[in-house]
């Protein structure tokens, strides 16, 4: 069996898939997309292509250290995102080739079901309560909300209050049953983390991600969680396990690795065995469609330290389409009582609707990551 064929479709509302082909007719698919470069990946993913034909899809992990070490150049988001997507069809291809989930070929199940949660606003004004409260009538447990619009590097007390005024309408309408996290996007300085994270405590959020850019994590991480009860999450932003290793000496309590950027499930599975050897949990990042979530699910239901998954059912970005609107069979990403179900159909588990991602790849998109500015005409983090 070698790999005869590689193709790339960029489709609404903001991703890329691939499709591997074997000679013997099997299909494998992967989500390789970097949110506002999806083209950029696409071409990354041309340029592997040479690589993959004719070589043998079950060579997984051979053909994953081909990608990222015979380069001179190496790592990043691009490259990494470029690679996840094909690892992903690969593990897709050995499991249908063997008849079983990718779950049981990374040691089988530890769990029946996996937490999942839904997004909510947050950032702009809205009622973020009513929006929590129909998540939970939909049958999640668990929500996220952005914790701010722009913010200053030291701002208002009255920008503090909105943010601590939006969590609390959050938690007052799930109640005490249920969990929120709170991202924070990169938009709080270190100095406006420190001050916001003690007047959140009270609320008790699941976690609050991202407290900072990368860019100054690894340096105010350790200030930040040793100045807070809350857990810290982290890690959509970062692209391999060599940017892991130094995050997990911050004190962070979650890590979050996006299958679609860290070097697929291979690499994923190694992010969260590193995580695991820390006490840290895993909660892998995937505002995504359906690839990238049935990957994610087949690490999360062998992975001991997980914690809750992300999913992007009704997000913001996807008007007008869905993660459901590709997949045949939408009842493997049913709901119930919080949970995803353990899928045991072969590979990744869903059957991707060939004939839907074609036509919306005649359509494609070009989606951009929202450009924002503070009042006085400066760059405000998005």
């Known amino acids: 069996m070698k790999i005869a064929r590689v193709e790339t479709f960029l489709i609404p509302p903001r991703w890329l898939f691939v499709r591997i ?3 013997d007719g099997l299909v494998g698919w992967g989500e390789p997309v ?3 470069r999806a083209a950029t990946v696409r071409a990354a993913v041309d340029e592997l292509t ?3 034909i004719g070589r043998d899809p079950s060579r997984i992990e051979d053909i994953w250290q081909t990608l990222t070490r015979s380069t001179f150049y190496r790592g ?4 990494s995102s470029a690679v996840a997507g094909v690892d992903q069809a690969l593990w897709d291809i050995a499991g249908k080739r063997l ?6 070929l990374l040691g089988g199940a530890v769990r029946d079901r996996a937490r999942v949660y839904a ?3 947050g950032d702009r004004p809205g009622d973020i309560a ?5 998540r939970l009538d939909e049958g999640f447990t668990c929500v996220k909300m952005n914790g701010s619009a722009e913010l200053r590097t030291i701002d208002t007390p009255a920008a503090l209050a909105r943010v601590v005024d939006g969590a609390t309408a959050v938690r007052g309408a799930i109640g005490d049953e249920a969990d929120f996290a709170i991202d924070f996007h990169g938009r709080f300085s270190p100095a406006m983390a420190r001050r916001a994270l003690p007047q959140l405590e009270p609320l008790l959020p699941l976690f609050v991600e991202e407290p900072t850019v990368p860019e100054l994590a690894l340096e105010h991480l350790p200030r930040i969680t040793a100045s807070t009860s809350i857990p810290i999450a982290t890690g959509e932003r970062a692209y391999s396990r060599w940017d892991f290793r130094p995050l997990m000496d911050t004190g962070i309590a979650v890590a979050q690795p996006d299958v679609s950027h860290a070097g697929g499930i291979s690499e994923m599975r190694r992010i969260a065995a590193l995580a695991e050897t820390h006490g840290v949990s895993l909660a892998p990042h995937c505002p995504l469609g359906p690839i990238a979530l049935a990957a994610c699910l087949q690490v999360d239901f062998a992975t001991p330290n997980f914690l809750i998954q992300e999913q992007s059912r009704g997000i913001h970005y ?3 389409w869905d993660l459901l609107n590709y997949v045949v069979d939408t009842s493997v990403f049913d709901i119930s009582d919080g949970h995803m179900a353990r899928p045991t159909a072969p590979g990744l588990g869903i059957e991707v609707d060939e004939q839907a991602v074609r036509e919306a790849a005649e359509r494609g998109h070009d989606w951009h990551a929202p450009v924002w500015h503070h009042a006085d005409g400066s760059l405000s983090e998005w």
């Not at 008849?99 to 049981?104: A, I, S």
């Open 21 to 23: 082909e074997t000679d």
């Open 34 to 36: 970097v949110e506002g």
């Open 50 to 52: 040479p690589e993959l």
């Open 76 to 79: 990043g988001p691009v490259l």
């Open 99 to 104: 008849g079983v989930p990718v779950h049981d």
């Open 119 to 121: 997004w909510i606003a």
């Open 130 to 134: 009513e929006e929590a409260a129909v």
């Open 318 to 320: 996807n008007k007008g």
